[in-house]
């Protein structure tokens, strides 16, 4: 059987992390491995995590580094052909790994696939909107508009990421829509049609609670997968149409709250980009 590294990032969760630990360990199919990667808690999260030492490999930045390095540090210290991550908030029903490694095992060329998920927010069920629907497949286009993968429910064949890189530590927010672009314009990710997946939110330390700068990270990721030379022409003519109207919107935005040479460098980006990508060379950088 494939063995499975699960790596949870965790900050300031010493009250929601063992929950987590423990869906890992109530698996029907049991991980090789689990990594906790406590990024700079002072809340007492690493003490916490003592009391799964027979069970867990704690790991400790002394610092907060944000989710992306956490993810990156349990990534390289992991072992197995597959991983999959759990956010500290969330937590797995017991069959989610044994779904997912008979996936790969009935679907060898595979690169990445996840299950559907249970929302609840401030602890009530909600049923997500329709355009966070989770689509299967080649959903590159589709992932253009917002995130449609989340980590929780992802599980990732380790060679995607000798391939695609590792989480980008520069980005705050939308590290997850940026590595999920450069995935998808490459492999399908497929849907487990299940909900394995049981997703928290509301609560005042989520980080994508704060949308702020979220709009123009996702430009910055469409404008860096643009610059890197790997999409088809269809591929980059519809990361064009969605990098247009982001950069209308959020430009736009910011000529109404007066920060006028912000708002203007937006606005005339997708041009910038279209020449340079489609006619004479221009400089550019999101």
């Not at 989710?67 to 797995?92: E, H, K, M, Q």
């Not at 736009?252 to 279209?274: A, H, Q, S, V």
């Amino acid at each position: 059987m494939t063995a499975v590294s699960v790596i949870i990032p965790t900050y300031n969760r010493a009250h929601k992390v063992c929950r987590a630990i423990a869906s890992t360990l109530y698996q029907t199919y049991r991980p090789a491995e689990i990594i906790v990667v406590d990024d700079g808690s002072r809340d007492g999260t690493f003490r916490t995590l003592s009391q799964f030492r027979d069970y867990i490999k704690p790991l400790e930045h002394p610092e907060n580094l944000g989710v992306s390095a956490a993810r990156n540090t349990g990534i390289r210290a992991s072992t197995s052909p597959l991983i999959a991550f759990l956010d500290s908030d969330d937590y797995w029903l017991p069959t989610k790994l044994a779904a997912q490694v008979a996936f790969f095992a009935d679907h060898p060329e595979a690169a990445a696939c996840q299950t559907q998920e249970f929302w609840i927010r401030r602890g009530t069920r909600v049923n997500p909107k329709k355009k966070h629907q989770k689509p299967s497949g080649d959903i590159f286009e589709a992932s253009l508009k917002l995130c449609l993968v989340s980590p929780s429910a992802v599980m990732v064949r380790r060679s995607v990421f000798d391939e695609v890189g590792l989480f980008d530590e520069a980005f705050p927010v939308c590290e997850d829509y940026d590595l999920w672009l450069r995935i998808s314009c490459r492999h399908p990710i497929q849907l487990i049609d299940r909900a394995l997946t049981v997703k928290e939110g509301g609560s005042p330390d989520q980080l994508s609670r704060s949308r702020k700068g979220m709009d123009r990270y996702r430009i910055r990721a469409i404008v860096k997968l643009m610059k890197s030379g790997l999409l088809g022409r269809k591929q980059t003519l519809a990361a064009l149409r969605e990098l247009s109207l982001k950069c209308r919107i959020y430009g736009e935005g910011c000529l109404k709250r007066g920060r006028r040479e912000e708002g203007e460098y937006y606005l005339k980006l997708p041009g910038t980009i279209k020449k340079a990508l489609f006619g004479r060379e221009a400089p550019f950088s999101p």
